[in-house]
């Protein structure tokens, strides 16, 4: 959950975090501005998994 990976991201030093826009308990918007706030400066890959286009390609061949 968000809580628990902005406080690993505090104790250790990690080359890239991912994180999902939507963890329980703290967005993962919210855990990339609070780590900026603590001027923890790793790179962030934020996931958004949308379920619009599942529906869209749903039936479809997908090369992804």
Do not use: C, W
């Amino acid at each position: 959950n968000g809580k628990d990976g902005l406080e690993q991201a505090a104790k250790d030093v990690y080359q890239l975090i991912f994180l999902d826009i939507k963890l329980p308990e703290i967005s993962g918007t919210e855990v990339l501005r609070q780590l900026r706030g603590r001027h923890i400066e790793t790179p962030v890959i934020i996931i958004v998994f949308s379920l619009i286009f599942m529906k869209y390609t749903a039936g479809k061949e997908r090369n992804f």
